[in-house]
């Protein structure tokens, strides 16, 4: 990670320095890198669940190394919760405590992973108090954890096992580096569908991807994750970032395709591209969007009016447009923001089009399944970008130290892996969602 404070509080004789002073020290997460171990060490996987076995017999197929009791001494890489049973908040005492004990060992990076059942509105108020209590548990152990180890979780829904496709998916995409800034999080699994792919390494093989706004930023990082997944990748810009454009198709091995995305024919345009240049379209990230803050009481409606066009009604436009083409298995994601979860003082006409974003793909996931795909949204936090490096270090730094247990900003990097497994077809049981890549914490932009 470039950033020099980082560096200095966890290398050589300054790590020692800062330890001395007693200074914060963020810890240099654990990014997936292709080959790399998917834990750093044994897992422990705790829970009664009449499906431990299987999870078991899963995670010993991908060569992990699996204990059902605490390990004695030595690190151990991730720490499993299958909780899918549990129906009294009495009976999250054993398991919670028994995770606690092996906490002190868990490696540099490691990972606390539950998964649980859905809490829902018309179960006994016992059942579902236990299963939103057990969140809220998760939640606050995410914040104790350190050395950049999180804990999230998977939530089945009402006929979906531990087993499904997608389930499987999402503690494997958990348990890994691609997860490095989310903390504190849930995956619904809301359905069976779902593919794991042949090669956890390329799971975007033979995929045709367009991303939007890719000419810098999270939009470029994006290209090029989804590129390295295998996906062939169509980059979407307005004209005057021409330039830019061709130079992340070039990195991708893609096609560039200059197009402002507020134009009423977009949708057209972008699969017209796709098909002529591809022969398909199989995901769409919608990722290009604008911030013009200001106070609401000194906003004018030019401020107002661009945003919420960029950011959800071109969006939504496009969207009909897919719609109608009825493209098999069309997998969507689109770009929010904890703004939009939290607010953000002079950002109403944000807030207003992300906020709007994730109540788009929650009324939009039932026309995109009809065809066998899905959209859901990513809400990245506080994000590590040209934008934010210009921001005075101290204030920086004081930001970062401000955030709970990851104790820094994320990088675009983080939020393109959460977009890539989303547009996977391993993810296809999830649909409607939003995803925060924040570390846990709801400062953003
Ligand atoms: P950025 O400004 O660096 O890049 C956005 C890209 O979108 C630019 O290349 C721009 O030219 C393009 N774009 C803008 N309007 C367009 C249009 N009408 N047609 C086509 N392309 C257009 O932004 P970023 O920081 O990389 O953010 C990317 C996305 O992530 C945005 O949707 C943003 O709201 C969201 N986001 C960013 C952060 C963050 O910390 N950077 C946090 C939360 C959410």
Redesign the pocket.
């Known amino acids: 990670m470039a950033d020099k404070y980082l560096e200095l509080v966890n290398s050589g004789f300054t790590k020692n320095l800062a330890k001395t002073l007693g200074l914060p020290r963020p810890s240099i997460l654990r990014r997936y890198e292709p080959g790399a171990p998917l834990v750093p060490g044994p897992v422990l996987l705790l829970g009664g669940s009449p499906q431990a076995q299987n999870i078991s017999d899963t995670l010993l197929g991908w060569g992990l190394d699996v204990r059902r009791h605490a390990v004695g001494e030595g690190k151990i890489g991730a720490i499993i919760l299958l909780l899918d049973e549990v129906s009294t908040p009495g009976e999250l005492s054993e398991p919670m405590l028994a995770a606690g004990h092996a906490l002190r060992q868990l490696a540099p990076g490691g990972r606390v992973v539950s998964i649980s059942r859905k809490a829902l509105a018309t179960d006994a108020p016992a059942l579902t108090a236990t299963r939103s209590g057990l969140q809220g548990s998760l939640r606050s152990l995410g914040r104790e954890l350190r050395g950049g180890a999180t804990a999230n979780g998977v939530v089945l829904g009402e006929r979906v096992d531990a087993t499904a496709p997608s389930a499987i998916a999402a503690v494997r995409f958990l348990l890994s580096g691609r997860s490095a800034y989310v903390d504190g999080q849930f995956l619904e699994v809301d359905t069976t569908d779902g593919e794991l792919p042949a090669n956890f390494e390329k799971p975007l093989a033979g995929k045709v991807a367009v991303v939007?706004?890719?000419?810098?930023?999270?939009?470029a990082a994006i290209a090029a994750t989804l590129f390295r997944d295998g996906a062939t990748v169509v980059v979407?810009?307005?004209p005057a970032?021409g330039d830019a454009l061709a130079k992340v198709a070039n990195q991708v091995a893609g096609t560039a395709l200059q197009?402002?995305?507020?134009r009423v024919d977009a949708g057209a345009v972008i699969i017209d591209h796709a098909l002529a240049r591809h022969g398909k379209l199989d995901i769409v990230v919608h990722?290009?969007?604008?911030?013009r803050d200001k106070l609401l009481a000194n906003m004018d409606a030019a401020r107002w009016d661009s945003v919420i066009a960029?950011?959800i009604e071109?969006q939504l436009r496009m969207n009909e447009t897919f719609l109608g083409a009825e493209l098999p298995g069309l997998r969507l994601v689109s770009?929010?923001?904890?703004?939009g979860i939290a607010g953000n003082r002079g950002q109403t006409n944000y807030a207003a089009s992300?906020a709007g974003v994730m109540g788009m793909v929650t009324a939009s996931a039932q026309a995109f399944a009809a065809s066998g795909g899905g959209i859901n949204a990513v809400?990245?936090?506080?994000?590590e970008?040209?934008?934010?490096a210009k921001i005075p270090v101290a204030t920086r730094t004081v930001a970062r130290m401000l955030m709970p247990s990851l104790m820094q900003g994320g990088l675009?990097l983080d939020?393109a892996e959460a977009i890539a497994f989303l547009a996977s077809d391993a993810a296809g049981g999830i649909n409607g969602q939003t995803l925060r890549v924040c570390g846990q914490s709801l400062v953003?932009?």
């Not at 770009?335 to 703004?339: D, F, G, K, N, Q």
């Not at 809400?379 to 994000?383: E, Q």
């Not at 970008?385 to 934010?388: L, R, V």
């Open positions: 939007t706004g890719a000419a810098r930023g999270i939009g979407v810009d307005v970032a197009l402002d995305i507020t990722n290009a969007g604008i911030t960029v950011n071109s770009l929010a923001s904890t703004s992300k809400a990245p936090g506080f994000i970008t040209e934008m934010t675009p939020v953003g932009a």
